[in-house]
């Protein structure tokens, strides 16, 4: 135990996030494994198994089998589970338990947790750990209420309950994992498109799950005072509602006549898929139509839409929706000719700028390089795979229906990506930096010419 404590001792918060996750992956990927797991109670491949739950816990909900019809109660429960810990995060919970054994909670402790939630400081974590957790507790809880009333009068009360509370708790942690797979196996929500009450419940978790803790927080103490929320907040809020409107403004122009669309009853089912696709298309993985008749213009859109994610400290990820908002206005400054990049009446550090580059830059050659790869080993067109591999690192989960056909080297591939997607472009880098000593030396400045 005191190796154990030492070993944990001498890691910088990130790598103890890094740690944490790959144990809880490991662990839950063995469970898989049994024979319990499985319908057929056979063993199942342990780098099949280690793809399934690093795209549970990351909330990506990309699955090389049909969830309901290959793992049995059992299994359905672990990976159930692993979506939760990813979701609200395994330091909130560590956390938690810990605030209720008395135990003191040291300042290692506080700060992994603030990488944990992306909070802006160490302070009050206990309190903020509490919201988080309530929270999660109260939105899943009603959200499994609502769904119960979808699923109890077509497969009855016990299953419909277990159903109602899975798909609550994939769509609030954006995992985007389904177990419609009773109705048809691999249909997605394909077979309830038709349904206003499990695809509006759908929409109100993922939205609540993708805005952050954060926004919460101001949501609950300012209600409908936009002015007193704090910066990032109000960056969240708007860059959410803008991205839904050109959503379906793109679907009505593109897709309303279109073959995705043609399973639709009348103009109002095409408006509720067009409204579950646009929203799962930014942080989950529940299709309403199969993505794979979308036309390409639709598809680009839902790459960027992907690319792009939730907000910090939620249970989406992308490059976050700060990150682009910080992007956008940097491009807004050259062009006004400003000295700083600003936002609502407030100005952003340097720094920020410096980070939210660094992570646009990094997923972008993240995604370029592995869908080059990828479409060369598999000898599949650059766009499925591009898809594919901004589903994976955005932990989105849709598909165009490669994922089952990828060779084992691919699969291990995105299975690095969406590891990569759920610690983040900032911490994965803080992980494998921490014990480069920065420079204290400028060296000469030189201009040269860009653009």
């Given at each position: 135990m005191s190796r154990i404590r030492s070993f944990l001792s001498n890691m910088s918060f990130t790598q103890i996030l890094v740690f944490g996750y790959t144990m809880v992956i490991l662990v839950s990927a063995v469970l898989l494994m049994l024979p319990i797991s499985s319908r057929e109670r056979a063993f199942t491949a342990l780098n099949d198994c280690i793809f399934t739950t690093t795209s549970a816990l990351s909330g990506t909900g990309l699955t090389l089998f049909d969830t309901y019809t290959y793992w049995s109660l059992f299994g359905q429960i672990v990976i159930l589970i692993v979506i939760q810990i990813g979701g609200i995060g395994f330091m909130s919970m560590a956390i938690f338990a810990l605030s209720y054994t008395g135990r003191k909670i040291g300042l290692k402790q506080r700060f992994t947790m603030r990488e944990s939630v992306a909070g802006f400081?160490?302070?009050?974590?206990v309190k903020m750990t509490r919201f988080i957790l309530k929270g999660t507790i109260y939105c899943e809880t009603a959200g499994a209420i609502a769904l119960s009333v979808f699923f109890i009068p077509k497969i009855g009360v016990?299953?419909?309950?277990?159903?109602?509370?899975?798909?609550?708790?994939?769509?609030?942690c954006t995992a985007g994992i389904d177990i419609m797979g009773y109705f048809e196996p691999g249909s997605s929500i394909i077979t309830a498109a038709d349904s206003w009450l499990l695809n509006v419940t759908l929409i109100i978790l993922l939205t609540i799950g993708g805005i952050g803790y954060i926004t919460w927080g101001d949501v609950v103490e300012h209600k409908?005072?936009?002015?007193?929320?704090?910066?990032?907040?109000?960056?969240?809020?708007?860059?959410?509602?803008?991205f839904y409107i050109l959503g379906i403004a793109e679907m009505l122009l593109v897709e309303w006549n279109a073959p995705s669309l043609s399973s639709a009853d009348g103009a109002g089912q095409k408006l509720l898929m067009s409204s579950m696709l646009v929203t799962s298309g930014r942080d989950a993985g529940f299709a309403p139509l199969n993505v794979a008749l979308l036309k390409e213009s639709t598809l680009l859109m839902i790459i960027c839409f992907m690319f792009i994610g939730g907000a910090p400290g939620s249970t989406a990820c992308g490059i976050k929706t700060t990150t682009f908002a910080?992007?956008?206005?940097?491009?807004?400054?050259?062009?006004?000719?400003?000295?700083?990049?600003e936002c609502f009446g407030r100005r952003f550090e340097n720094t920020i700028i410096k980070d939210a580059s660094c992570v646009t830059t990094l997923y972008l050659l993240?995604?370029?390089?592995?869908?080059?790869?990828?479409?060369?080993?598999?000898?599949?067109?650059?766009?499925?795979?591009?898809?594919e591999v901004v589903s994976a690192i955005s932990s989105c989960g849709l598909s165009m229906g490669i994922t089952a056909k990828l060779s084992d080297i691919s699969c291990a591939l995105i299975t690095i990506i969406m590891?990569?997607?759920?610690?983040?472009?900032?911490?994965?880098?803080?992980?494998?930096?921490?014990?480069?000593?920065p420079s204290k030396v400028q060296l000469p400045e030189e201009k040269i010419i860009v653009g």
């Amino acid at each position: 135990m005191s190796r154990i404590r030492s070993f944990l001792s001498n890691m910088s918060f990130t790598q103890i996030l890094v740690f944490g996750y790959t144990m809880v992956i490991l662990v839950s990927a063995v469970l898989l494994m049994l024979p319990i797991s499985s319908r057929e109670r056979a063993f199942t491949a342990l780098n099949d198994c280690i793809f399934t739950t690093t795209s549970a816990l990351s909330g990506t909900g990309l699955t090389l089998f049909d969830t309901y019809t290959y793992w049995s109660l059992f299994g359905q429960i672990v990976i159930l589970i692993v979506i939760q810990i990813g979701g609200i995060g395994f330091m909130s919970m560590a956390i938690f338990a810990l605030s209720y054994t008395g135990r003191k909670i040291g300042l290692k402790q506080r700060f992994t947790m603030r990488e944990s939630v992306a909070g802006f400081s160490g302070g009050g974590v206990v309190k903020m750990t509490r919201f988080i957790l309530k929270g999660t507790i109260y939105c899943e809880t009603a959200g499994a209420i609502a769904l119960s009333v979808f699923f109890i009068p077509k497969i009855g009360v016990g299953k419909g309950i277990f159903f109602a509370i899975f798909h609550s708790i994939s769509a609030f942690c954006t995992a985007g994992i389904d177990i419609m797979g009773y109705f048809e196996p691999g249909s997605s929500i394909i077979t309830a498109a038709d349904s206003w009450l499990l695809n509006v419940t759908l929409i109100i978790l993922l939205t609540i799950g993708g805005i952050g803790y954060i926004t919460w927080g101001d949501v609950v103490e300012h209600k409908w005072h936009f002015k007193k929320y704090r910066l990032q907040s109000k960056i969240v809020i708007m860059v959410t509602i803008l991205f839904y409107i050109l959503g379906i403004a793109e679907m009505l122009l593109v897709e309303w006549n279109a073959p995705s669309l043609s399973s639709a009853d009348g103009a109002g089912q095409k408006l509720l898929m067009s409204s579950m696709l646009v929203t799962s298309g930014r942080d989950a993985g529940f299709a309403p139509l199969n993505v794979a008749l979308l036309k390409e213009s639709t598809l680009l859109m839902i790459i960027c839409f992907m690319f792009i994610g939730g907000a910090p400290g939620s249970t989406a990820c992308g490059i976050k929706t700060t990150t682009f908002a910080v992007m956008v206005l940097t491009i807004a400054s050259v062009f006004r000719r400003k000295k700083s990049v600003e936002c609502f009446g407030r100005r952003f550090e340097n720094t920020i700028i410096k980070d939210a580059s660094c992570v646009t830059t990094l997923y972008l050659l993240v995604v370029i390089i592995s869908s080059i790869v990828i479409s060369a080993i598999e000898d599949v067109k650059i766009l499925p795979v591009m898809f594919e591999v901004v589903s994976a690192i955005s932990s989105c989960g849709l598909s165009m229906g490669i994922t089952a056909k990828l060779s084992d080297i691919s699969c291990a591939l995105i299975t690095i990506i969406m590891f990569f997607g759920r610690i983040g472009g900032l911490s994965f880098i803080m992980s494998l930096s921490n014990n480069v000593k920065p420079s204290k030396v400028q060296l000469p400045e030189e201009k040269i010419i860009v653009g």
